[in-house]
């Protein structure tokens, strides 16, 4: 019964950063300052949420990876400004897409970062996932679905990627102290960037702090705690593919309420690149040769 529960809240996390693109396009903020106050909201919001439940932030465990917590805080304020960017500059199914190139990046890059041996059976998923992002830009029909925001939608997912292998390098800090400091760094990253761009930090109206606050109490805030719940109880390959679920909502939620169309070619590119990520982790991570 746990663990029916703990999926079911990992998925309905997943479905929730989902929901982000659809409404973004009704807040009036930019999308830097967007993303300033969901980073705040959303440290804020996990940090009483382990006061509530009797836990204290373990700082020395965040004083020894200070370096990769800092680094990857700052790779999330980017990726949210770069997408939130992107969300604004084309449709939120091409935007979400081309975010999620980061886990065919990540698999591509490792070699030269980790210097860890690709797996070669994984190669046509790479091939099949560029050649899928060429298809949604629209390129092969003729034209381009927003190049700026395709441009954006690409420097947030080597952001993310970045925050993936900084990752990799943090050891004995749990979850929740790791995305309490990220969050916190990633908000005051953004924040010199959104009051040299505007003067000043802008103060949202109504509707865009009702969207803000549910950006970083429901969408950061609970989701975040949701979603590390989930990942410290399934498997990692569960965790690995049910994460693919946000683009095909992004996907779903732009063609059914922003009555955003692909085309036929970007709907054969979307199902191409979901396809080749899904597929790129069922593939079983071959056995370490045994030493004598």
């Not at 700052?74 to 939130?84: E, Q, S």
């Not at 030269?112 to 060429?134: H, S």
């Not at 509707?207 to 989930?230: D, K, P």
């Amino acid at each position: 019964m746990t663990l029916i529960k703990e999926r079911s809240g990992f998925i309905l996390a997943v479905a929730l950063y989902g929901t982000i693109g659809l409404l973004l396009r009704y807040s009036a903020l930019p999308s830097e300052a967007t993303a300033f106050y969901r980073g705040a909201i959303g440290a804020a919001f996990i940090f009483l949420y382990r006061l509530a439940r009797g836990e204290r932030p373990d700082f020395g465990s965040m004083r020894k990876n200070a370096f990769w917590l800092i680094v990857s805080g700052v790779g999330l304020g980017l990726n949210w400004v770069f997408l939130f960017a992107a969300y604004m500059n084309t449709t939120v199914a091409v935007a979400s897409l081309c975010n999620y190139m980061a886990p065919v990046f990540v698999l591509a890059l490792t070699p030269l970062v980790l210097r860890e041996k690709i797996d070669i059976r994984k190669i046509p998923c790479i091939i099949a996932a560029f050649f899928g992002i060429v298809m949604v830009s629209g390129v092969l029909s003729g034209g381009i679905n927003g190049g700026a925001g395709i441009a954006f939608g690409l420097a947030a997912a080597c952001c993310f990627t970045g925050i993936v292998f900084c990752n990799r390098k943090l050891k004995g800090i749990s979850a929740f102290d790791r995305a309490l400091v990220q969050l916190a760094i990633s908000s005051l990253t953004v924040l010199p960037y959104v009051i040299v761009k505007n003067g000043t930090l802008p103060l949202p109206d109504l509707r865009s702090g009702a969207i803000v606050l549910t950006l970083g109490i429901v969408h950061t805030g609970i989701a975040y705690c949701l979603y590390f719940n989930g990942m410290a109880a399934l498997p990692v390959q569960s965790v690995a593919i049910l994460g693919y679920l946000e683009p095909v909502v992004s996907v779903i939620c732009s063609a059914i309420f922003l009555h955003e169309t692909l085309g036929w070619t970007g709907w054969l590119g979307a199902v191409t690149v979901l396809a080749a990520a899904v597929i790129s982790e069922l593939i079983p991570e071959k056995e370490k040769a045994k030493t004598e």
